[in-house]
């Protein structure tokens, strides 16, 4: 028995099924919930002796009468198996999960607790600095419009001839289970919060000091875990967890522009090899006197897209060009853009080897055993959409090959995402086209030094260390305005 | 792919032990030389030459510190930027540009971390990095590279071929790009295959580094196997080399011979017959790119008047070595002998082969002339 209740003890509600006047009609639904759960209620592990959870019992039956409470993460459940259960969310929404006094996040949150150091063992502080996580971590993963689209979701499941098309059917029931995870996973973080206060304002009415240390270590390690969160849920995008392509072009202005546009392909390189990507060169087409016209490096690793499209548009700089024996003040434009290469089958489009073109470029002459040559640069033409792609870098042809296939595979997805989010606007944020008009970034060599984005706000007065990969206040900032943006947008 | 030093040493130190099968590599390496090679000696088992090690495959015994590096790499790009176009113009040689990529190419072979190649955009840096070879060293290659333009490949002792990294030297044709689509020509008829070709012999004629054979031999059926000949003793060290560094050794025989003279053993018993033979007219020769004509083996090069010996040997000794249905696919010199072959091939008396066709590179031109026996 005890075992038992120590193992789901942090679900206040499934303890209320012990309420004799409801145990038959909650013992039910509070086992569903046991096993959909436990997995979460295992990653903490409790020691409370057999009179601490009597006290607990004793203290949620008297509530249970004083502060009715919801059974959210049964029903959250039933949604999960039955998903006729769809209308849950928008009945539901409107009422939040509060502690045996009726405390909610929110009112956490509006109470304004000062927030103190986390060596500070207070626990309201604790608890403010949780609370606020959880509402930003509510607006990153924009809340209402998560509601909206499981709603969505949820009736297109429903519809009995879904399975009729497998792979959008497919494509929907992943995005349901992943919505439906993420929307887990804060309520339960949200649960938790509010178990540890009910616990704590227990233990002190009970003089006992060691559940309300216990209580206290466990917000500590929310606050910590609330951090990380936060950062995550900047990325909550179906294609953020991607490798990317970033393609680097000069703008008009001849060799001015080429090498600064060679300046931000090193940016980014720098970047990325900072932050533990590994970078390819796929393709580089340089200047006659200096830099790069065009380039396209791969950048694998997790979330490498969801971070990189943040660096979508058009950067200038303003320096002393010196390429200018005049030494006069120059303005130069590159334009970034960024590809998700997505592993990811529901964005993956069928490519026929019929569709494709292959050409071998850059050679001249008889070929064969007339020429020794490194150089075994591929471009590969797909028909229908006219998209090519190629790739120069490698050290053989099949391996040019291959990487040209890759980046063509991404531009076709990329189209096909495109399409997809039209017909689904409200949800996909796609890549525009890069226009130079949109310019999103500013670098001042001189006559002063700074960097400055120009959606955000954000700048630094140090150049260098942006040029030399320093960007990722650049990508956060953004990030999270425009995740701002978007909600408040859309309420 | 890159297989340990150890793995690859071994194959130095360790004697190769003959076996039994039919198939057995001890052919190179016991049998007395009966080639005409005015490179080979006469003598059997001492003479086989022992293939240098590629530099990606060297042991980091040296070191330098990224500034010094750094400091040489600057140097070495000075000098392959004054090369701009000339090579070019003058014999459809490397540009700048692609200088520029071997250039980095060295580096990454030479370092034990090719990682720390962005560090050396930095300047200043005193942190210390291992090499494979030394900075002196280095300064000789790539002053060969550019003034006696030395061919990249025998730099760093390999060419990245298909998938493939392959062992390669001095005296050793250097695989070209364009016949990376042989293994794609064998392969697309495997996959078609209902005559049980993919787990027969093939033989690949004038082997060279060994490269269309070890393209082969991964493509085959468990039971497929094939013959590398080359005239060349030392080519065909280099292949058994390349061999064994893919573990090919059971599937891959070298026999150092001259085309047919070494397969008495298998004819008409021929899944497939392969070969890029030496297919340049004599009179080329001589106005050849500086990196091919002054520094690869003639031997792999000069196909005779018209260019056309060796292709036509191979035509003629074909149609007895292959069983029926087999197939077999040649490198040639464009579309003019592409042209004649097929046309050679298909009015042949005997009328020994179908399906002839020819096949262009990704370049356009007609490059491979394919067939099966009837």
Sequence with gaps: ?491 | MRVSLTRACRFYTSPITPKPSFFSPRAILNQPFSSSSSSSSSSSHSSTPKPKTPLFLKPPKYSATLSDLKKWHNWAKALASSVRSTFADADNGPDSSILFRELNWLIEDSLEDPSLIPQLGFQNNSQSVRLRIGLDELYGLWKQRIEKRKPFQYLVGCEHWRDLVLSVEEGVFIPRPETELMVDLVSDVLVRDNDGLRDGFWVDLGTGSGAIAIGIARVLGSKGSIIAVDLNPLAAAVAAFNAQRYGLQDIIEIRQGSWFGKLKDVEGKLSGVVSNPPYIPSDDISGLQVEVGKHEPRLALDGGVDGLDYLLHLCNGTASMLKPGGFFAFETNGEKQCKFLKNYLENDSACSFCNVSIVSDFAGIQRFVTGFRQ
């Excluded at chain 1, 789901?8 to 569903?32: F, Y």
């Excluded at chain 1, 970034?336 to 490519?351: C, E, F, L």
């Excluded at chain 1, 033409?381 to 053989?396: L, Y």
Aim: aromatic share 6%.
């Design chain 1, 1 to 491: 028995m005890s075992s038992f209740i120590l193992k789901r003890s942090r679900s206040g509600s499934s303890l209320l099924s012990q309420n004799p006047k409801t145990k038959s009609s909650t013992l039910c639904s509070s086992q569903v919930d046991s096993s959909a759960k436990s997995n979460q209620n295992h990653t903490v592990s409790h020691s409370w002796s057999n009179s601490t959870v009597a006290k607990i019992m004793r203290r949620n039956l008297k509530d249970w009468i004083l502060a009715p409470r919801l059974k959210n993460p049964c029903g959250s459940t039933e949604v999960l198996l039955f998903p006729r259960g769809c209308r849950w969310f928008s009945t539901q929404a409107a009422v939040e999960p509060s502690t045996s006094d009726g405390l909610t996040v929110d009112g956490i949150v509006a109470s304004q607790w000062t927030i103190l150091d986390e060596s500070e063992g207070d626990w309201k502080s604790h608890a403010a600095a949780i609370a606020q996580s959880i509402k930003v971590i509510k607006k990153r993963l924009q809340w209402k419009n998560l509601n909206v689209r499981l709603n969505l979701l949820s009736a297109e499941l429903n519809k009995p001839n879904l399975w009729d098309d497998p792979v959008h059917a497919g494509r929907i029931s992943r995005e349901h289970g992943s919505l439906m995870g993420k929307m887990k996973e804060v309520k339960a973080f949200e649960q938790e919060l509010l178990e540890h206060i009910d616990m704590i304002k227990l233990a002190r009415e009970e003089n006992d000091t060691e559940l309300e240390l216990e209580s206290l270590e466990a917000l500590l390690t929310m606050r910590r875990k609330s951090k990380e969160k936060e950062l995550d849920a900047l990325l909550s995008g179906e294609l953020d967890p991607c490798s990317c392509y970033i393609e680097v072009q000069a703008g008009a202005g001849g060799t001015e522009s080429m090498d600064w546009a060679s300046m931000v392909l090193q940016m980014y390189k720098s970047w990325a090899q900072q932050r533990g990507y590994r970078v390819t060169l796929m393709d580089e087409m340089p200047g006659e006197i200096a830099g790069i016209k065009r380039a396209t490096i791969k950048v694998d690793g997790e979330y490498a897209f969801g971070y990189a499209k943040a660096e979508v548009g058009v950067h200038r700089l303003v320096r002393i060009s010196p390429f200018d024996s005049g030494k006069r003040r120059h303005t130069s434009f590159a334009a970034v853009a960024v590809i998700p290469n997505s592993g990811d089958s529901s964005t993956h489009v069928q490519i026929n080897e019929s569709d494709l073109r292959i050409e071998r470029f850059r050679s001249g002459g008889a070929g064969g055993q007339h020429a020794n040559t490194t150089d075994s640069a591929v471009r590969i033409i797909h028909i229908p959409t006219g998209i090519t792609a190629t790739c120069q870098n490698e050290r053989s042809q099949h391996q040019n090959k291959a990487s040209a296939m890759g980046v063509l595979q991404s531009r076709v997805n990329q189209l096909e995402i495109a399409r997809q989010a039209q017909m689904n606007a409200e949800h996909t944020q796609s890549l525009t086209d890069i226009s130079w008009g949109n310019q999103i970034r500013t670098y001042v060599l001189h006559p002063y030094r700074m960097v400055k984005d120009l959606r955000t706000n954000y700048e630094v007065s140090d150049p260098d260390s942006v040029l030399e990969g320093d960007l990722d206040g650049f990508i956060l900032s953004y990030l999270s305005a425009s995740l701002d943006k978007d909600e408040d947008g859309r309420q």
